[in-house]
C-alpha cells in the first residue's frame, strides 16, 4: 500500500497584471501514486543517459532510456501508462523531469534519480503540461503548459520551487499556448509558445517580458547552451532543421550563428519537438522513414550536418522529448 498526503492551495485573491504577470497560485495535488511499469539494466548509472518520452499516441507511452554514445536501451520508465508523456528536463545532478498529462485534465510531474527508476519526487497538477526547465541556481523548475485548466483553456507558466506543494503561475495575454521553457545561467527564463517572440520572466521578477527577433522565425523548443540561448526553428518542409545561437538583449533577439541538422527527408524537415544540448552534442526527436516523429538523433554541435547516430523509434511510436543526463 502507497501512502498518499494530499495538500490542497488556498485560493489568492491577488489580481493578475493584464497583459503579462503572476497568476493567483492554483490547487494542486502533491502525492505519491502506485508505479505502472519501470526496469533499468545493472550498471546503466555508471554511464551517460538520454532520456527520450514517447507520447503513446499509437504505442505505449513511458520514457526510454540508452546509453550514450552506445545507443543501446538500457531502460523504461512508466510511472503512469493512461496519458503521453511530453517533454523532459534534467538538472545539475543528472535528475530528470517527465511530464506527463491525462484526459481528465491531471498532470504529473515525476523526478527520477540518474539511472533509477524510483521517483525521488512526483507532483500531480492540472493541466496539459508541454515542456520543463530546471533553474541550475535555485532548483526551481519552471513547467510550461500548453493548457492550464485553472485559467480556462488556455496556456501559462508554472515555477515550482524545491518542496513546494503550489507554484507561482504566469501568463501572456497575447500567447494562447506555452510549448517550451527553458534558464539561462543567471536564473532568467525564456519561454514560447504560439507567437514569432520569446517570453523572458528575468530573476527576481514577477512580469513576463516580450522578446523580438530582428529576422521574423517562429521559435520551438530552446535551451540554454555556453553562453547563447539556442532556439530552434519551426516550419518549412524542405532543407534542414535549423537551429539558431541567440544573443538578448533588452526586447530583442539577436540571431548570431546557425546550425543545420540533416534529418530523414520526405517528412518535412521540420523541429517542431524538443531538442536538447550536452557539450558537443546535439540531440532530438526528429522525422524517420515511418512518421514525422519515429527517430532520435545525434549531431555534432555546434558544427551540425549529418546525424552522427539515429535510434528508431518503437513500433508505431512517436518521440517527443529528451534529455541527455551525463
Not at 39 to 46: E, N, R, V
Not at 221 to 230: M, R
Not at 242 to 260: C, E, K, L
Amino acid at each position: 500500500m502507497v501512502a498518499a498526503v494530499a495538500v490542497l492551495a488556498g485560493c489568492s485573491t491577488q489580481t493578475p497584471v493584464v497583459g503579462s504577470g503572476a497568476l493567483p497560485q492554483s490547487n494542486v495535488l502533491a502525492r505519491h501514486f502506485p508505479r505502472a511499469r519501470s526496469w533499468m539494466l545493472k550498471g546503466a548509472a555508471s554511464q551517460t543517459l538520454v532520456y527520450v518520452s514517447e507520447n503513446g499516441e499509437y504505442n505505449n507511452p513511458g520514457v526510454y532510456v540508452y546509453s550514450y554514445p552506445q545507443g543501446q536501451q538500457v531502460g523504461f520508465l512508466q510511472e503512469f501508462s493512461g496519458g503521453p508523456y511530453q517533454g523532459l528536463c534534467s538538472d545539475t545532478h543528472g535528475n530528470v523531469w517527465a511530464l506527463v498529462w491525462d484526459t481528465n485534465g491531471q498532470a504529473f510531474y515525476i523526478e527520477y534519480a540518474h539511472g533509477g527508476t524510483q521517483p525521488i519526487q512526483d507532483i500531480i497538477s492540472t493541466g496539459e503540461p508541454a515542456g520543463c526547465s530546471v533553474d541550475p541556481k535555485t532548483g526551481n523548475l519552471a513547467i510550461a503548459n500548453y493548457m492550464d485548466f485553472n485559467i480556462g483553456r488556455r496556456g501559462d507558466i508554472a515555477i515550482w520551487k524545491p518542496g513546494s506543494t503550489k507554484p507561482l503561475e504566469y501568463y501572456d495575454n497575447s500567447i494562447t499556448y506555452y510549448y517550451w521553457c527553458g534558464y539561462d545561467d543567471k536564473g532568467n527564463l525564456y519561454a514560447d509558445g504560439n507567437t514569432n517572440y520569446l517570453n523572458v520572466l528575468y530573476k527576481g521578477s514577477s512580469t513576463l517580458r516580450h522578446v523580438y527577433f530582428k529576422k521574423s522565425i517562429v521559435p520551438g523548443s530552446l535551451q540554454w547552451s555556453a553562453g547563447s540561448l539556442v532556439v530552434a526553428q519551426v516550419g518549412g518542409a524542405k532543407g534542414p532543421v535549423r537551429v539558431d545561437r541567440v544573443t538578448v538583449q533588452g526586447s530583442g533577439a539577436q540571431i548570431t550563428g546557425t546550425t543545420d541538422l540533416q534529418t530523414s527527408p520526405g517528412w518535412g524537415n521540420y523541429l517542431n519537438v524538443q531538442f536538447w544540448i550536452d557539450g558537443k552534442t546535439i540531440a532530438a526527436a526528429g522525422p524517420g522513414s515511418g512518421g514525422p516523429v519515429r527517430a532520435l538523433y545525434f549531431w555534432p554541435y555546434p558544427a551540425g550536418g549529418k546525424a552522427s547516430m539515429t535510434i528508431a523509434a518503437p513500433s508505431d511510436g512517436n518521440f517527443y522529448g529528451v534529455a541527455i543526463s551525463p
